[in-house]
Structures are given as structure tokens and as C-alpha cells.
């Protein structure tokens, strides 16, 4: 998984940004979408990439989210 994605979502998290993590998951979960779609190529490598990235930034979310009953 790429150091600076995991960066990101720990500034977003830092900062309580909800907002930009949802819109960088959407972004991210279109183009593993637009990856998985494609043939004629090998984009496994890609797509494995873009789903690390999405159980990251998805772990941020939960970080974020209110405690249980609270």
C-alpha cells in the first residue's frame, strides 16, 4: 500500500475531515470499477492496489465514527 495514501487518510482523520475521505472513497471505488472493467490487459496489480487503498481510507471512516451509543 502506498505510504502517501496512507498519509492522506491519516491527515483527513487528524482533521475530522469526513467529507474528504467519503469523496476519495467514491473516487477510489469508481476507479477500481473503471480497472475491473477493462480487458485485454492485466490490471491486477492495480486492482490490488486500489483495494488496499479502499479498506485504508474505509478504516479512517470508522475512526471517525461516533462510539457506540453515544
Known amino acids: 500500500m502506498s505510504k502517501a495514501m ?5 491527515g483527513y482523520v487528524k482533521v475530522r475531515d469526513r467529507r474528504a475521505l467519503t469523496e476519495l472513497l467514491a473516487h477510489r471505488r469508481e476507479m477500481l ?4 472493467a477493462v480487458s485485454g490487459v492485466t490490471t491486477e496489480k492495480a486492482v490490488i492496489a486500489i ?4 479498506a485504508l481510507i474505509e478504516a479512517g471512516l470508522k475512526e471517525l465514527a461516533p462510539p457506540p451509543g453515544g
Open 6 to 10: 496512507e498519509l492522506i487518510v491519516a
Open 51 to 54: 483495494q488496499d487503498e479502499v
Open 33 to 36: 470499477a473503471q480497472l475491473q
